[in-house]
């Protein structure tokens, strides 16, 4: 859905290296939320937050941080990667608990 | 937690109905349940969503029963499109967001 958008869509590093996942929307939403897909297997929340000033840990929030710098705006950051992190990111949008959520079209991170 | 349980797989011909059930015992009286589709390397998308009986929109149904511990999503006449991954949700609040590992679908020709 081109109103979530997600930086980088492909990214390679390394082990120990700092690294930040970018999120944009252009729904109006208040809540948004990062998900980690594995492959095969389902979506596990990271972090979620319903305002700029209300920021949550999701199911797997360790070696993750997160930023709410506006409405539009959530970054996910893994403060030193490793190869387990190696997925698929996805950012996502609603307007409320039970709102339908709008997906990003996801962020392929690579950790050797 | 309201966790979910759906078939790993299911094979289904085109132009035939397609039912997927999904399990989730311990959902709450303020939960709803949602199901997704999922292509490959794109993010979920909406399909549908209920709280009890019946619910209808222009590509599926969703069929609650009075407990509310399970619910199916039914497709009516799939084609090769309809081949992707389908994920039940129990929504009540983000704290209780909780993805299953979904139901991959395969319509064949």
């Known amino acids: 859905d081109a109103d979530v958008t997600q930086t980088p869509r492909n990214r390679i590093t390394k082990t120990g290296k700092r690294i930040m996942l970018e999120c944009s929307q252009t729904?109006?939403?208040?809540?948004m939320y990062w998900y980690r897909q594995d492959p095969g297997l389902g979506l596990q929340l990271i972090y979620y937050?319903?305002?700029?000033?209300?920021?949550n840990k999701g199911e797997i929030s360790d070696g993750y941080s997160v930023s709410r710098q506006a409405q539009a705006k959530f970054s996910l950051s893994l403060e030193s990667a490793i190869p387990n992190q190696t997925a698929l990111y996805f950012c996502?949008?609603?307007?409320?608990?039970?709102?339908?959520?709008?997906f990003g079209p996801g962020t392929r991170l690579l950790v050797l | 937690l309201a966790k979910t349980t759906q078939p790993i797989s299911m094979d289904s011909y085109e132009g035939q109905e397609v039912n997927i059930t999904c399990s989730h015992n311990?959902?709450?009286?303020?939960?709803?349940i949602t199901w997704y589709q999922q292509f490959p390397s794109q993010g979920p998308r909406f399909i549908i969503q209920?709280?009890?009986t019946k619910v209808t929109n222009e590509v599926a149904s969703l069929f609650i029963p009075a407990d509310r511990k399970s619910s199916t999503l039914s497709l009516p006449r799939v084609s090769l499109s309809d081949t992707a991954v389908y994920y039940c949700?129990?929504?009540?609040?983000?704290?209780?967001?909780?993805f299953g590992s979904g139901t991959q679908l395969t319509v064949l020709p």
């Open positions: 949700l129990v929504e009540g609040s983000a704290r209780q967001l909780t």
């Open positions: 209920g709280y009890k």
């Open positions: 311990n959902i709450a009286t303020n939960d709803y």
């Open positions: 729904k109006g939403h208040d809540r």
């Open positions: 937050s319903f305002d700029v000033k209300d920021i």
């Open positions: 996502a949008t609603s307007d409320s608990d039970r709102g339908t959520q709008y």
